[in-house]
């Protein structure tokens, strides 16, 4: 036994109680009361803490080529960053490149990941070329222990329909799971124009043009072929309320239809694009109405919407500014990495869902869509990803405080109910009060179960 964690309140999805913890060699070894400590344990008191397991943000662009740059966390600052607000896992996107075998662009992706990670890691495959053998590569992919892939249907990497179509085919044919970034890239594209041409260059025209129906249509859309083929779909960033409402209507007709949502759409409306600092908000889909939000924590509390993830793709301001006349050179996204659990749980602090919702949301439901055995869950025989949690902690968000590679984030001077005191990623202190104590290259790539398990 290494590590035994006392009398703080376990949470996980269906329970709470108070007990110990005792972990040995990054495994969950007992959970008990009063577990009695042997010779060289350190003892960690949680009494009146949370204890909550790590945080798993399937949706994360580190080092991502994108709008011209490179998104502002590499691997080790965003793993970093993550450890440092109790998230223990991060799903990455790696994008193929055209006529690349799917399991050559996993390795790519690691090469660069392995030795920077601070905490565990996964990827998905972003699918964007399937002809000739390629879309056998998928079935590869799997076999690989990376069972998820994605497909945009905007950006010059998007996909047409008809390659969507054999995604999901073949996705159902070898136990993949299929995500969708869901926009209708040809309304954009004309409303974009559109606009341009009307000199409406301001980051309020992102918004423009891409409101909640553009969104909303190719969610519906997506949906539709998926039910089709009666396979599984996980919608990425789920930002609107019609789109909201059709998740409901597949779930309640049987489809296995997942949903994501992050936390700037729960946190932050469209108005933001009015602002002076529009541009740092630019992200797609982008940010939208009161109405949508309402809709999105409806969900949550309904059970339609089924993980929280953040879609983390901060760029630096001075490449933000590159859109201050031109809506479309704002490199878009935005931070949150370290932001999401915290959030979430102070939500849950402030009595807007149950922190065993949020349990949930960020972990135990993003580890089983995505087939991550060992992760999600306080119990034994689980890794030791584990957050101790003070409701009592107040916490101003400031650039200062996080611990990215960012110079901006939307989320400052935001403020949290209760924080995160430390983090553990398999048994090691990685987040000690503030400070992140971790190190490159303890993440382990986490090869994952396919659905046909
Ligand atoms: N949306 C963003 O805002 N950034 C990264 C990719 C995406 O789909
Ligand atoms: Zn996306
Ligand atoms: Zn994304």
Known sequence: MDLIIKNGTIVNSKESYVADIAVADGKIVSIAQDIQPVDGVKVVDASGKLVLPGAIDVHTH??????????????????????????????????????????????????????????????????????????????????????????????????????????????????????????????????????????????????????????????????SWAKSLNTSLYIVHLANKAGVEAVTKAKDEGYEIYSETCPHYLHFTKEVYKREDGRNFVCSPPIKGQESQDALWEAIRRGDIDTIATDHCPFQSYEKDWGIDDFTKIPNGCAAIENMYPYMLSSANEGKVSYQKVVELCCENPARIFGCETKGFLSVGKDADIVIYDTKKDMTITKEAMHSDYDHTIWEGVKLHGYPIQTYSRGRLVFDNGDFVGEAGWGKFIKRVSRKK
């Open 62 to 223: 580190l080092a991502m080529p994108f709008g011209g740059t490179v998104s502002a966390d590499g691997y080790f600052a965003g793993t970093r960053a993550a450890a440092c607000g109790g998230t223990t896992t991060v799903f990455d996107f790696a994008l193929q490149d055209f006529n690349e075998n799917l399991v050559d662009t996993v390795k790519r992706r690691d090469a660069l990941a392995s030795p920077e990670a601070a905490v565990d890691y996964a990827f998905h495959v972003g699918v964007k070329d399937v002809h000739g053998d390629l879309l056998d590569s998928m079935e590869e992919a799997v076999n690989f222990g990376v069972p998820s892939f994605k497909v945009f249907m905007v950006y010059d990497f998007g996909v047409d329909d008809g390659v969507f179509y054999k995604v999901l085919e073949k996705a159902k044919e070898c136990g993949g799971q299929i995500s969708v970034h869901a926009e209708n890239k040809e309304i954009i594209g004309m409303l974009t124009k559109r606009y341009l041409s009307e000199g409406k260059t301001s980051a309020w025209y992102h918004y423009k043009s891409r409101p909640e129906f553009v969104e909303a249509e190719a969610d519906e859309r997506a949906i």
